[in-house]
């Protein structure tokens, strides 16, 4: 099945730019998704990339997807305070009713 | 829409009470799914309805859970006994077909068993 990894935690300052990456094994996702979670609340839907593109810009978020490596990234340009969060991405299951599998999640963490 | 509406947001409860979770999704989603979050396990998929019928329900831990969805506007999830390791955020989200509607969570029920 459908296995997703990202790295645990990532640390940047005010105004930097931040990547978070991801790898998945199903190349027959169709879509692939990037969520964010803030404390104490549920995931929200940031963006998506269909499977046969490589970049999807949508103002200071920039998605790329190596679907040869099946490898996934979200950054995240003039990274704000507001920013931090734990962001997830997640594969969906071709033909299966959209159920997504999530990675583990990143945890952002900006610093002024 | 008030999007997905989960309830209670908070509960706790002695081990082997029942608990009941319950979830009213976004009118006009055709699909809900119940996940869990913890820290030692991330956030997993328990179960999932399309057009109120369960299609897979292989993430349900064993027979202790159960879930249900009578109508298109109300699901609940039920664990009996609760023990201590299931506490959680139990999560509810629904979707409808495209990608920009996938998925809509709720705030999530945080589950205590003492």
């Known amino acids: 099945g459908e296995d997703v990894e990202q790295s645990l935690f990532l640390s940047v300052r005010e105004g930097d730019s931040s990547v978070i990456n991801c790898t998945y094994t199903?190349?027959?996702?169709?879509?692939l998704y990037w969520y964010k979670q803030e404390p104490g609340a549920g995931l929200q839907l940031l963006t998506y990339i269909f499977s046969n593109m490589d970049m999807k810009q949508d103002q200071r978020l920039t998605v790329l997807l190596n679907k040869k490596d099946k490898h996934l990234s979200l950054r995240i340009a003039d990274t704000q305070t507001g920013d931090s969060a734990i962001y997830f991405c997640a594969g969906e299951i071709y033909n299966q009713g959209g159920k997504l599998i999530f990675g583990q999640g990143t945890e952002l963490s900006v610093k002024p | 829409d008030a999007g997905v509406i989960q309830s209670p947001r908070h509960e706790v409860t002695e081990m082997g009470q029942e608990v009941t979770l319950r979830c009213k999704p976004i009118?006009?989603?055709?699909?809900l799914f119940w996940y869990r979050q913890t820290m030692m396990r991330g956030l997993e998929l328990l179960i999932y309805?399309?057009?109120?019928?369960?299609?897979?329900d292989s993430g349900m831990p064993e027979d202790r859970f159960s879930a249900k969805m009578p109508n298109a506007s109300f699901s609940t999830l039920k664990i009996q006994p609760s023990e201590p390791r299931d506490s959680a955020v139990y999560f509810c989200?629904?979707?409808?077909?495209?990608?920009?509607?996938?998925?809509?969570f709720g705030s999530g029920t945080q589950l205590s068993v003492l």
């Open positions: 199903d190349s027959s996702s169709t879509y």
């Open positions: 989200a629904s979707s409808f077909g495209r990608a920009e509607e996938k998925l809509f």
């Open positions: 009118s006009g989603h055709n699909s």
């Open positions: 309805f399309n057009n109120n019928v369960p299609i897979d």
